[in-house]
T-cell receptor, first 114, second 118 residues
Framework: DTGVSQNPRHKITKRGQNVTFRCDPI?????LYWYRQTLGQGPEFLTY????????KSRLLSDRFSAERPKGSFSTLEIQRTEQGDSAMYLC????????????FGAGTRLSVL | AQKITQTQPGMFVQEKEAVTLDCTYD???????LFWYKQPSSGEMIFLIY??????QNATEGRYSLNFQKARKSANLVISASQLGDSAMYFC???????????????FGKGTLLTVNP
């Protein structure tokens, strides 16, 4: 499979616990994005990497959220001290550096905070 | 700031007929890109079609075409010969000008749920 891979697909956790999601990009793509999608809404931008550099973070990304892309390949998104409001689908997308910048998405990680 | 508006929460179409999903946008960027994605119930966002703001012709990809009217700031998706497998949420999205990290992110509309009836 040469698409964007996200793990786990589903995560159920208790409020206050920490969770970490992983995204493996399409191999030749140097740009990686994280989005959050709540029920009935379109995805909302969280953060963006070009290679290993995190170039932008949304105001949605509170200090409980941290994202890394240590070697410019896979990325992780960690949420500390989860809250019920963090329940959402977390989507990862990657793109290559051409003019169109078409983003290809993974299947997402659905987080449920109890 | 960029904004995408999709005014149709839900649409119904008969199998084999064509359907148009509406999208209007607002931006102050001189150049931009417009995208349509399909999201089945499984959750994955599937890229369908792209239109650049300076492209002279409307984009087409198989049964998908994008009716781009720049002056009206609209980018409607036309699906021809609808199939049962087309039933899904459809999202319109845009990105701003290239040249900086903030201009690569996508801004999405709220989506339109398309149901294809047999």
């Amino acid at each position: 499979d040469t698409g964007v891979s996200q793990n786990p697909r589903h995560k159920i956790t208790k409020r206050g616990q920490n969770v970490t999601f992983r995204c493996d990009p399409i191999s030749e793509h140097n740009r990686l994005y994280w989005y959050r999608q709540t029920l009935g809404q379109g995805p909302e931008f969280l953060t963006y990497f070009q290679n290993e550099a995190q170039l932008e973070k949304s105001r949605l990304l509170s200090d409980r959220f941290s994202a890394e892309r240590p070697k410019g390949s896979f990325s992780t998104l960690e949420i500390q001290r989860t809250e019920q409001g963090d329940s959402a689908m977390y989507l990862c997308a990657t793109s290559d550096p051409d003019g169109k910048n078409i983003q290809y998405f993974g299947a997402g990680t659905r987080l449920s905070v109890l | 700031a960029q904004k995408i508006t999709q005014t149709q929460p839900g649409m119904f179409v008969q199998e084999k007929e064509a359907v148009t999903l509406d999208c209007t946008y607002d931006t102050s960027d001189p150049s931009y890109g417009l995208f349509w994605y399909k999201q089945p119930s499984s959750g994955e966002m599937i890229f369908l079609i792209y239109q650049g703001s300076y492209d002279q012709q409307n984009a087409t990809e198989g049964r998908y075409s994008l009716n781009f009217q720049k002056a009206r700031k609209s980018a409607n998706l036309v699906i021809s010969a609808s199939q049962l497998g087309d039933s899904a949420m459809y999202f319109c999205a845009m990105r701003g000008s290239r040249g900086g990290g903030s201009n690569y992110k996508l801004t999405f509309g709220k989506g339109t749920l398309l149901t294809v009836n047999p």
